[in-house]
């Protein structure tokens, strides 16, 4: 019985920190293909954080779970959408995403003091209409009329060439950065993927199910040497890279979806020097 009860109340506590509300309706990016003209698009770094949406009311993953922010977070956000990156610095998205997360209970100051660190990284004003450098204008008066320092906008830049789209996306890599983000101009906000909302890195990243271990050799032996892992194409591999001595010793568990980057992919569709990068939570 008492085991029992504790479940309820487990299963309460979950429904009640995890709340789904519906799923937003956001502009999904695709991928860069050369040949554009660059100087049409306002380009920003890809800021590796998690994914905010903020409907008027409440603060919302991609997925339409409720986010869990302290009052004073959310408190002078206006009464309009925005979607933007919950952002804490470079090579922290494992940071940001634990505690985006984690749930108040009681009194938390400790993790009160962590949210302190996470700034809302705005990139658009999904039901505002106009092209995007229309709204891009009106996203810069919202800050200022906000006037918070943990509430931002994404910096965003005009270039003049593709030698220097590529010359940023080298310092941007170089200093720790994921790769840039491109807007058209003249770009209606619009549900799911768009042509007008790109995304350019220096290798490419998916997602893919782990269904196996390998054990692991030599300074390995007794951890992880790789994860067998299946694309949702049936794509089945190995990757033995990018993992901790942490993660390691307690790899991602069967059944989980786990992100890797990789350049290119061989004949048989096999993705070439893949990498683990992080557990798609």
Request: positive net charge; hydrophobic residues 40%; charged residues 25%.
């Amino acid at each position: 019985m008492v085991i029992r009860n504790g479940l309820i109340l487990l299963i309460s506590y979950l429904i009640t920190s995890f709340s789904y509300a519906d799923k937003p309706a956001l502009q999904l990016a695709t991928v860069y293909s050369p040949g554009l003209d660059v100087s049409r698009y306002w380009v920003s770094e890809k800021l590796d954080g998690v994914r905010g949406y903020w409907d008027g009311q409440q603060l919302l993953t991609r997925q339409g779970y409720r986010i869990d922010a302290p009052d004073w977070f959310i408190a002078p956000l206006p009464e309009q959408s925005l979607d933007g990156e919950l952002w804490i610095g470079r090579g922290q998205f494992d940071t940001v995403s634990a505690l985006i997360r984690s749930s108040y209970v009681g009194d938390n100051k400790g993790r009160d003091n962590r949210w302190r660190q996470v700034k809302f990284m705005l990139f658009d004003l999904p039901q505002f209409p106009g092209a995007f450098s229309q709204r891009l204008t009106r996203l810069r008066g919202v800050i200022d009329e906000v006037d918070r320092d943990w509430i931002q906008t994404v910096y965003q830049r005009q270039l003049a060439s593709d030698t220097a789209l590529m010359d940023w996306l080298e310092q941007v890599v170089a200093g720790g950065g994921e790769g840039l983000m491109l807007h058209h101009e003249e770009a209606i906000y619009k549900q799911g993927r768009s042509a007008d909302l790109l995304k350019l890195k220096q290798w490419q990243d998916a997602e893919a199910m782990v269904i196996g271990y390998q054990p692991g050799r030599g300074k390995y032996a007794g951890m992880l040497g790789s994860l067998v892992v299946e694309t949702a194409d049936g794509i089945r591999f190995k990757l033995g890279s990018g993992f901790s001595d942490a993660q390691r010793k307690n790899p991602p568990a069967i059944g989980s979806q786990v992100t890797y980057k990789y350049t290119g992919v061989s004949a048989r569709g096999v993705p070439r020097f893949a990498s683990f990068m992080r557990v798609r939570r």
